[in-house]
């Protein structure tokens, strides 16, 4: 039975409940079916209950579940990716983003004063934004399998080194309490950070890690 503690491999379809559009998933023959094109990774995603790595509606979800399971989940807006606050739209002129060669489009994802919004109109040399999360306001429903829960170190370290990189490591060994891992993937230093800190905190608090690069 799955607790805060365990470590699950699941796969999902997140939809919108207004329109049934699916924002994210995990499996390819939904994709395929409903003629869905984007950069996903059709496999299973690691979830530890307690770490905060998807929603926690979805997290919570998980406890007392167990492999093989699966079931529909509604999450509400508030619950999900928040309100939608209307103090959160701004106007900005064209000429802010001339000056950085974009040319926004209703829809478009950008950068805009070191956040991220998304391009809601565009008229009269004038550009509305949002900084609410693109989902923000709107009730979601999941459909959840439980694929497997990871019993062993090395299952586990391996699966918290792909949630960070999107691939294992090439090698890992544990001996000893030392986690010694080898990877072709350039991993930005913060990354290698956050691997080792969640590695110690999740499965063993013992353990000393080191990540080398491997030739290719």
Request: hydrophobic letters at 40%; a negative charge.
């Amino acid at each position: 039975m799955i607790n805060e503690d365990s470590f699950v491999l699941i796969n999902f379809v997140g939809r919108v409940v207004s329109t049934n559009k699916v924002f994210d998933l995990t499996r390819k023959d939904v994709a395929e079916k409903e003629g869905i094109e984007g950069d996903y990774n059709f496999s299973p995603i690691l979830v530890i209950p307690k770490a905060g790595y998807v929603l926690k509606a979805v997290s919570d979800s998980l406890i007392g579940k167990n492999t093989g399971d699966k079931y529909s989940l509604k999450v509400s807006a508030k619950d999900g990716f928040g309100i939608f606050d209307q103090h959160l739209i701004k106007t900005y002129g064209m000429a802010v983003f001339r000056d950085n060669q974009i040319n926004p489009s209703v829809g478009d994802t950008l950068l805009l004063d070191n956040k991220v919004a998304t391009v809601l109109s565009v008229n009269s040399g004038r550009v509305m934004v949002s900084f609410n999360h693109p989902l923000a306001g709107k009730d979601l429903d999941y459909e959840i399998e439980i694929v497997t829960v990871l019993e062993s170190d090395k299952e586990k370290c391996e699966s918290v080194f792909q949630h960070y990189v999107g691939k294992k490591p090439d090698e890992l060994n544990i001996e000893n309490n030392k986690v010694a891992m080898a990877t072709k993937e350039d991993v930005k230093g913060y990354i290698l950070d956050s691997i080792k800190s969640d590695i110690t905190k999740y499965v063993n608090k013992d353990f000393s890690i080191e990540i080398k690069a491997k030739q290719a």
